[in-house]
């Protein structure tokens, strides 16, 4: 699952989480892509979506018949980090109980196997 650390830092951020979706659709982990930003309409509507900060992907892990964990990752690139507003959506889960994490898709698989859910 894990790529060659020199050709997965030279992968874009869009290549990043093409990976990780993969990784998890391959993985059985119900998740998807989580957009957030503004749309504005040309009757001067502007519609808000998302909250700020929140994840590129999001998710549960399921384990047992009736029970799951909350599963949020933020793709990052080569060397980029979380924003402020992104760094505080990932600690109010991890907070709470949830799977949560950043990086590039190999930060992702050590973040899954790192869990006892994986």
Not at 15 to 25: D, F, G, K, T, V
Not at 26 to 54: E, L, Y
Not at 73 to 90: D, G, I, S, W
Not at 100 to 109: D, F, R
Request: with cysteine; net charge positive.
């Amino acid at each position: 699952m894990k790529l060659n650390e020199d050709y997965n830092q030279h992968l874009s951020e869009k290549e990043q989480l093409a990976r990780c979706l993969s990784i998890l659709s391959t993985s059985k982990i119900c998740a998807w892509r989580n957009n957030t930003g503004v749309a504005k309409f040309d009757d001067s509507r502007v519609v808000r979506f998302g909250t700020k900060g929140q994840s590129d992907i999001l998710g549960f892990i399921k384990h047992g018949k009736h029970r799951g964990k909350f599963f949020a990752f933020e793709v990052k690139a080569k060397k980029n980090k979380p924003t402020y507003h992104q760094h505080n959506f990932l600690e109010n889960l991890t907070d709470g109980g949830c799977i949560a994490g950043w990086g590039t898709s190999n930060q992702l698989v050590d973040l899954l196997e790192a869990t006892d859910l994986f």
